[in-house]
């Protein structure tokens, strides 16, 4: 059975910027699509990044396009999530996620799920 675990989150004043982690073990995750969701309070959770198992074609919503990246090192079995001008509206618990199937991971159907991290921005 395959691990995640994300690390990176905090408390950031707008503007700010995080980077979050998502470190993969127990299975190899070099041919799986991987990606980020969130979930603010009393919301239902919401697609953020991912990414092809081979690091291309990264898909963004309208909401953090141009804001978030998304990249992967297969070698570290590791994706991240470099967040730049963050916002009050960001404020959510990040999800990492992964799934052979690249469709089904935007979908939020994912095979794989993490425990989340928190990430705050302050206004």
């Known amino acids: 059975q395959g691990e995640l675990v994300e690390s990176g989150g905090g408390l950031v004043q707008a503007g700010g910027s995080l980077r979050l982690s998502c470190a993969a073990s127990?299975?190899?995750?070099?041919?799986?699509?991987m990606g980020w969701f969130r979930q603010a309070p009393g919301k239902e959770r919401e697609f953020v990044a991912a990414v092809t198992w081979s690091g291309g074609s990264p898909y963004y919503p309208d909401s953090v396009k141009g804001r978030f990246t998304i990249s992967r090192d297969t070698a570290k079995n590791t994706v991240y999530l470099q967040m730049n001008n963050l916002q009050f509206e960001d404020t959510a618990v990040y999800y990492c996620?992964?799934?052979?199937?690249?469709?089904?991971?935007?979908?939020?159907?994912?095979?794989?799920w993490g425990q989340g991290t928190q990430v705050t921005v302050s206004s």
């Open positions: 996620t992964a799934d052979q199937s690249f469709p089904k991971l935007r979908l939020g159907h994912s095979d794989y």
């Open positions: 127990g299975r190899t995750f070099s041919t799986y699509a």
